[in-house]
């Protein structure tokens, strides 16, 4: 509860700026922060309280672009250090990871710097000061496994506009309460989103409503579990974890949608396979993550055991 109240008070703490059109970070700060001298600018950067999409940057010549957010805060955003994901590939154009649960993607109202995006992004300029990354796609922050970013940001432009066509395979391995009756289903709804950013899904098509289409196959059944191997054809937030509960088997340890269980004391859902053909070469891309520890352990009536950290196996 402490922690959650940290997080909100150093969110009101931050100004957050949504940015229109390409041009360097001290030019957006100066065109934004209309009262406020260069000097002044050039120490918040100095300070890195300047942050773009949660990841700090002390550069005055970074470059901006349309849909990038610029935050504003006054305190130093880096205040522990976060561990470096599995990185499962990286090229010239892509950097693929194994996030974690409990990692955000993106930096959310409550939570500004604490992000997969932020440590990636610490990682490539690192190497080099004017690298950056765009985000493709997101995963919840207690879903782990794969989450890809591009290098670009003309690439990250034609990845988004071409998702639907190029993504050949998106797939999760979840772990519900109770046991289906149908082994097999493909569920095809149109998701909405309440006041309070809860996820529900009505039968009928509607101009409000997401389309979102999930297909399962029961792999294994325990005596109160089962566990399933999930594929989506649409990216919708939280559609695997609202399609499970309004079957009637909430993903385990899902206390946004009310789980019955939290046996591993963690969301049981990973995002294990990727695959997509590149927009331009038409090259085929295929990344796999191998289920988690804690998870694997629970499958196999193993979940007494003390497995320590989150390990693949």
């Known amino acids: 509860m402490q922690n959650l109240r940290k997080q909100k008070q150093i969110a009101k703490a931050i100004q957050s700026y949504p940015v229109k059109e390409s041009m360097i970070l001290i030019d957006f ?17 100095t300070r890195k309280q300047v942050m773009v999409d ?9 470059v901006l672009t349309p849909g990038d957010i610029v935050m504003i805060g006054k305190y130093n955003p880096q205040d522990k250090p976060l561990p470096t994901p599995k990185i499962l590939y990286e090229d010239d154009e892509f950097l693929v990871i194994d996030k974690p649960t ?5 930096a959310s109202d409550n939570e500004k710097s604490q992000t997969a995006f932020r440590v990636m992004m610490d ?6 000061t004017h690298a950056r990354l765009y985000v493709v796609h997101r995963i919840d922050r207690d879903t782990s496994g794969i989450l890809m970013f591009c290098k670009n940001e ?8 071409q998702w639907n066509s190029i993504v050949s395979k998106r797939g999760y391995y979840a772990i519900v309460d109770g046991i289906p009756i149908e082994k097999k289903k493909t569920i095809h709804t149109w998701l909405h989103k309440t006041s309070t950013q809860i996820m529900y899904s009505r039968q009928y098509e509607d101009d409000e409503g997401q389309e979102a289409i999930t297909h399962y196959v029961v792999k294994k059944e325990m005596k109160n579990h089962a566990f399933l191997d999930v594929k989506i054809d649409t990216g919708r937030k939280n559609q695997i974890r609202v399609h499970l509960k309004e079957l009637g088997h909430t993903v385990i340890g899902d206390d946004k949608y009310h789980a019955l269980t939290n046996p591993i004391k963690r969301l049981g859902l990973h995002a294990y396979a990727l695959e997509f053909i590149h927009p331009v070469t038409e090259k ?24 320590g950290k989150e390990e693949k196996v």
């Open 54 to 62: 949660g990841a700090p940057i002390s550069q005055f010549n970074f």
């Open 284 to 307: 085929k891309y295929s990344f796999f993550s191998p289920l988690p520890g804690l998870m694997k352990a629970f499958i196999e009536g193993r979940h007494g055991v003390k497995t």
């Open 123 to 128: 990682y490539v300029r690192e190497k080099d």
């Open 154 to 161: 003309t690439l990250r432009d034609e990845m988004q506009k």
């Open 29 to 45: 700060l100066r065109t934004t922060l209309k009262n406020m001298s260069r000097n002044n600018i050039k120490s918040l950067l």
């Open 102 to 106: 409990g990692l955000l993607t993106v």
